[in-house]
């Protein structure tokens, strides 16, 4: 009797829940979206809907032992598997993504080389005093090197 009037209660609240949704959508009712909305009415069916799910499941020990199990052997047989694709996935990632990075790299300072543009945007012209006893040659940089001075 307790599981029928418990299938039933979840029959009735998966009936208002698809009106809820169906309902609002298709042909614009919004009363369920306002009462779901308050909480004078989602506190109290979310009580009873955990009081029934708890008196449901108290006569079901054996179901929850089994489910128990159950997720235990998946977790035991997953874990492992999970972790061996994902390092996969990490050591694939890394290698791709180095190579694609090099790559990319590369063609750009290729076209930063290809577009390098000189603009002049400022020459400071600097006066050299020259001697007719002295040879002293004037660099690009303008900076005198003394290795090259010679004395006539």
Sequence with gaps: MRI???M???VVTAGIVFLFCRGRQVIGIDFFWELYSEDWFIIPVLAVAFGLG???F???TRAIDNITQLLHWL???LLPLVLAIWTLLLVTFEAY???RTVALASEIWQVVQDEQLYIPIHHQ??????KTAIDFPVQPEDQPHFKFLKFK
């Design 4 to 6: 029928g009037v418990t």
């Design 8 to 10: 039933s209660a979840i």
């Design 54 to 56: 708890v008196s449901l």
């Design 58 to 60: 108290r006569d079901l």
């Design 75 to 77: 977790i035991k047989l």
């Design 97 to 99: 993504t180095s190579r």
């Design 125 to 130: 012209v600097l006066n050299w005093g020259m």
